[in-house]
């Protein structure tokens, strides 16, 4: 007998609703921000002696004299416990990683509208952020966010040699401040 296709969607759906219930008694969500002055070049942008050489974040920014430079992480925690996870059952661990990273952005756009919206000034918008290792921003780049926010000491996020993050669900990035 062949199981209904609604019925492994069903399943899949209780899968998802307790991989987030679960995700959430563990998270520990931090964020860091700073703002910056930025000087266009040909190519890229600096700010804090950090020169970025991106067509992509040239564009973002073309119309801003600002920038956010932002940092977050959901915290070791949640690294520990999808790696168990994987280990007891693959489709759990799968659905928890996947949940781990709709969390990681929710909180960094929940952080953004909380920390940094409310004190722009007036007439002051975001472009959207661009993280490290989008189009042509070089993932390099992250060590540069981290080291100028001082994330490593402040919230614990830090690069492997292979640039990735630690914790794993993390998120860093710029957002131009541009005028409307």
């Given at each position: ?58 564009k973002l920014t073309a119309h801003s004299n600002e920038c956010y430079i932002i940092a977050m992480t959901l915290g070791h925690d949640v690294d520990r416990e999808i790696s168990l996870e994987q280990q007891r059952n693959m489709l759990d661990g799968l659905a ?85």
């Open positions: 007998m062949k199981v209904p296709a609604t019925a492994k969607i069903d399943e899949l759906i209780d899968v998802v609703r307790e991989a987030f219930d679960r995700l959430d008694k563990f998270v520990t969500p931090r964020f860091l921000s700073g703002r910056f002055h930025i000087i266009h070049f040909d190519g890229g942008i600096e700010f804090e002696g950090c020169y970025i050489y991106s067509e992509n974040i040239a928890l990683d996947a949940c781990a990273s709709v969390r990681a952005d929710e909180f960094c756009d929940y952080a953004i509208n909380t920390e940094i919206v409310p004190y722009l000034n007036k007439g002051e918008i975001l472009t959207h952020r661009f993280s490290p290792g989008y189009g042509d921003l070089d993932i390099k780049v992250t060590d540069d966010i981290l080291q100028i926010l001082n994330a490593t000491k402040k919230i614990g996020l830090s690069t492997t040699s292979s640039m990735m993050m630690t914790p794993v669900k993390s998120i860093t990035a710029i957002i131009g401040i541009t005028h409307a």
